[in-house]
C-alpha cells in the first residue's frame, strides 16, 4: 500500500514538473514576442484567426545574412523584401512568436496600411 503511494506521488510530481517547464518555455517566448513587437502587431495578432497571414516587417542586428535567412524559412515564414537589416514577410501567430525569439532580431512591427496622397 505504501509503495503505490510513493509511485502515485512520483506520477504526479513528474506531470507537475513537465507542466511548468512547458508553461516557463512559453512564457519566454511571449515575453520576447512582447518585448519586441510594437502595439499594432500584437493588436493584429490578437484579431487574426490561428492561420491567418499577418503582414510585417522585421529590423534585425546586422544585414541578413544568408543563414538567418535559412533560419527564418526554417520556421515557415517566406521573406517578401529585404533591405540591410529590414525585411518584411507574412506569418501566422505561431511564427512570428517564434521569430521573436531569434536573438537577431530586434524589432517586429506590424504593417500599415499606405493610402495614395490626392
Do not use: H, W, Y
Request: hydrophobic share 45%; with cysteine; net charge positive.
Amino acid at each position: 500500500m505504501r509503495f503505490r503511494s510513493i509511485v502515485a506521488a512520483t506520477g504526479i510530481l513528474i506531470i507537475f514538473i513537465t507542466l511548468l517547464a512547458c508553461t516557463r518555455t512559453t512564457a519566454v517566448k511571449n515575453e520576447a514576442l512582447r518585448k519586441k513587437s510594437d502595439t499594432r502587431l500584437l493588436l493584429l495578432m490578437k484579431k487574426a484567426a490561428e492561420n491567418e497571414s499577418i503582414r510585417f516587417s522585421a529590423v534585425c542586428r546586422q544585414n541578413l545574412t544568408k543563414q538567418n535567412e535559412q533560419i527564418i524559412a526554417s520556421l515557415g515564414i517566406e521573406i517578401q523584401t529585404k533591405i540591410g537589416n529590414i525585411f518584411t514577410a507574412r506569418a501566422t501567430r505561431d511564427q512570428i512568436a517564434q521569430l521573436a525569439g531569434l536573438p537577431f532580431i530586434l524589432r517586429l512591427e506590424g504593417a500599415k496600411p499606405l493610402k495614395p496622397r490626392k
